[in-house]
């Protein structure tokens, strides 16, 4: 859970209110579901990008941590997951 929270305070935009509000930011900027796969291909757009998307390029690599410890392939089952073991 801590990476997830590293992640949400190191993107730029500020109008996050939750994590459903991030993991929408991360659709709108990936095109499609939040995967391994797309925030690799996010990740190689920031970092040629240059230092300007360098907070950004941070986050999807504290991101992609998390796709390590999990076999899960979806970072908005990923947050269901947490989320639930939290409560229970």
């Not at 459903?20 to 990008?49: A, H, M, P, W």
């Amino acid at each position: 859970m801590q990476k997830i929270f590293e992640a949400e305070r190191g993107w730029k935009i500020t109008s996050q209110e939750s994590l459903t509000d991030f993991i929408i930011v991360l659709e709108i900027e990936t095109g499609r579901t939040v995967t391994k796969t797309s925030l690799k291909k996010l990740l190689k757009k920031y970092n040629q990008k240059g230092t300007q998307y360098g907070w950004e390029a941070e986050s999807v690599c504290s991101l992609l941590e998390i796709f390590e410890l999990t076999k899960e392939t979806d970072l908005r089952n990923i947050f269901r997951q947490l989320a639930e073991n939290k409560v229970t």
